[in-house]
Every structure is written in structure tokens, then in C-alpha cells.
């Protein structure tokens, strides 16, 4: 299998940064086993494109605006991701949805493609999470383990 976790986000505007602090904090957290990359995306947008192809799975962490309170887990599927970025439910959503039409217009968009995120609190100007995502991030860094987990791929507390 060939997977990814890929964390996407703007490290400059608070909330906006959370995909990169969970990806870097999954490294940290976990020993993860072979067949899954991290990749920490920040706003590369459509430069990342290369990294999809060859893909079968990818996971992608991202702040997602839900319209919930700030801090709610979200999990989003086909369909689901689809229409949330159709909507603007990325905080950024103009590259995560341009990378994903780019990605299926070029036959590398990745069989499954599913994202986990938070709904942020702030994305003004700042380099750390609100209080409200800081406070649930080791929780989606578990629920991302636990997915990559059904996936086949080894997971342990590092």
C-alpha cells in the first residue's frame, strides 16, 4: 500500500496551521510502519500534485470550516470533502479543491481521499493554535492513527 498523511495549512494564521502541527505531531507521537509518508504540505497547493501520484490512499488534515464550534472534530469522506470544498469548507479551500480537480483532471487523484480536521477558531495572524484547537489536536493525531490503523498500516505510541 502506498499511503500518505498529508497535512495542509498556513503556520502564520493560527487555526489555519492545524493540518501541519498534527502531521508533525503524528511523527512525534507515533512509530508509524512502512507504506505511509507524511508530508508536510503547508500552502503548496497545486505543487503537491506530484506528491498524489502513485498514491492508493491519502488522509489529509486540514482546518475545516464546519460552521461548528470552534475545536469540533470533522471526518470527511468522498462526497462529503467534495461538496465541503465546493461550499468553502477548507479554510483555504481554493488550493485544497484546486489541488483535488487538478488531481482527478491528471488520473492521480488517490482511490481513497479522506480528510480529518478541526473546526477552527481564528485564522487571524499568530504562529500558535487558539486555545480551543490546541486543546483537541492530540485527539485528531489519534483519530488520524486510528484510521491510518484500519488502513493496514502499523501504528504504536512512539
Do not use: C, K
Not at 109 to 132: C, F, K
Amino acid at each position: 500500500m502506498t499511503a500518505a498523511v498529508l497535512g495542509v495549512g498556513n503556520l502564520a494564521r493560527s487555526d489555519d496551521g492545524l493540518g501541519i502541527h498534527a502531521v508533525r505531531r503524528l511523527g512525534e507521537r507515533y512509530r508509524l510502519g512502512p507504506g505511509v509518508e507524511l508530508i508536510d504540505g503547508g500552502t503548496a497547493g497545486l505543487a503537491l500534485l506530484p506528491r498524489l501520484a502513485g498514491l492508493s490512499r491519502v488522509l489529509v488534515i486540514d482546518a475545516v470550516d464546519s460552521g461548528s464550534e470552534p475545536g469540533t472534530l470533522v471526518r470527511l469522506e468522498a462526497g462529503d470533502w467534495e461538496e465541503a470544498l465546493g461550499r468553502g469548507g477548507s479554510v483555504h479551500a481554493v488550493g485544497l479543491a484546486d489541488l483535488v480537480a487538478a488531481a482527478r483532471l491528471g488520473g492521480a487523484l488517490p482511490a481513497l481521499l479522506v480528510v480529518h480536521g478541526a473546526q477552527p477558531a481564528s485564522t487571524a495572524i499568530g504562529a500558535e493554535l487558539t486555545a480551543p484547537l490546541a486543546a483537541v489536536l492530540d485527539g485528531l493525531v489519534d483519530r488520524v492513527a486510528g484510521e491510518l490503523s484500519s488502513w493496514g498500516v502499523e501504528t504504536a505510541l512512539g
